[in-house]
């Protein structure tokens, strides 16, 4: 048990006391800390301040007040411990940065597995629950695809393309994130518990609910916006018209993520939500190729491994060149240089460095500028 007396534990403790009064969504949480600083601050606040709170009224107000008499947040926190789940709060290193950025990110986030950095390289791939054999084996394809270049696979663990997407990202041997809508105590559906295994193993599994909440069908879209959230783009594989996959995309919409759609046949029910995102200018997806060309340049470098001399990505399609690409590409900065010194440096053939700069400068990983010289984006 955490030792009272230490500050990191209680403002711990308290996080944990807050995020389990029921009622408080993210946006609440989000205006309760801003409003009063700390969750201990919360709390400890009286009715009438609380209710001088966007979205707190005179019921939730009263939960708050009687939240350190109701509830017991260090019986949470043996919870997370028995299941091997660490609570994340967001001012944690380990919290993921690009969750930071959303409208509203989880005052705290539960996770069981490891977090890394490189997980900012993230996709998600998520679709139909009632998935054709066809939509099952592009998930699990383009998983396997992206697994394999180095980035990380997100979806929802649930049954259909999110577990296809799960299994091909982990055949590849590549790193996946499972976002659940519902408690870690349990997985939801309970069947993808070796599943949810594997993933935790490889990755992480991960949510912003308490230990003990049960699937509901309103936490679901307000899970897709985690999903999107940790993703550079988000891809649909199969989606009916009103399939809940679809508030994935338009989640990434909001959230400046890109939207990617699988086409399908023009007969399937579950191709038809698919077909209207392209429509809509989601980009059409055939292969991993078509993910990484849309994919702009990443708002900072991010390295693509644990390595302390690992070499840093400035763009998504970095991940997919040739050794001759990558050696070229490791010697261009934000100085220009001419194909000479190019030449001098990389020790390669000139046919070999003009050959390489011209599908550098056609996937726009970089850019040509007066004089023949060239400059990385």
Not at 161 to 179: C, F, K, P, S
């Amino acid at each position: 048990m955490p030792d009272p007396d230490s500050g990191d534990d209680r403002s711990l403790l308290d996080l944990l006391c807050l995020a389990m009064i029921p009622g408080i969504g993210p946006l609440t949480s989000r205006a309760l800390l801003e409003h009063f600083g700390s969750a201990a601050k919360v709390l400890s606040a009286s009715l009438s301040d609380l209710k001088r709170v966007p979205g707190v009224g005179p019921k939730l107000a009263e939960k708050i007040v009687s939240a350190r008499r109701e509830l017991d947040p260090e019986v949470e926190l043996e919870r997370c411990r028995q299941r091997g789940v660490r609570p994340i709060p967001f001012d944690d290193p380990e919290y993921p940065e690009p969750l930071r950025s959303i409208a509203d990110p989880p005052a705290l986030l539960y996770v069981r597995g490891t977090l890394l950095p490189t997980d900012s390289l993230a996709i998600a791939l998520v679709g139909a629950r009632k998935a054709t054999p066809y939509g099952m084996r592009i998930a699990e394809r383009l998983a396997g695809s992206l697994a394999r270049v180095g980035l990380t696979v997100v979806s929802g663990l649930a049954r259909g393309i999110d577990a296809a997407a799960h299994r091909g990202a982990l055949r590849a041997g590549g790193r996946t994130i499972g976002v659940l809508g519902n408690g870690l105590g349990s997985i939801y559906p309970p069947e993808h518990a070796e599943l949810a295994a594997e993933v935790a193993a490889s990755g992480a599994v991960v949510s912003e609910q308490p230990m003990e909440q049960k699937p509901l069908a309103g936490l679901f879209p307000q899970r897709n916006r985690l999903i999107a959230g940790l993703c550079l783009g988000v891809v649909v594989v199969e989606a009916a018209p009103r399939s809940g996959s679809l508030s994935s995309a338009h989640h990434a919409m909001e959230q400046n993520r890109e939207v990617f759609a699988v086409p399908g046949p023009i007969d399937s029910i579950t191709s038809r939500g698919c077909h209207a995102l392209i429509r809509d200018g989601a980009r059409l997806v055939e292969t991993v190729d078509d993910i990484l060309e849309e994919l702009g340049p990443l708002a900072r470098a991010v390295s693509v491994s644990q390595e302390p001399e690992a070499p840093e990505v400035r763009h998504p399609a970095e991940l997919s060149l040739t050794d001759h690409e990558r050696a070229v590409l490791g010697h261009l900065d934000d100085l220009p240089r001419g194909i000479d010194e190019l030449i001098v440096r990389t020790g390669l053939a000139p046919s070999q460095v003009m050959a390489t700069m011209a599908i550098l400068e056609m996937r726009r990983l970089i850019r040509r500028n007066a004089g023949n010289q060239f400059t990385r984006i």
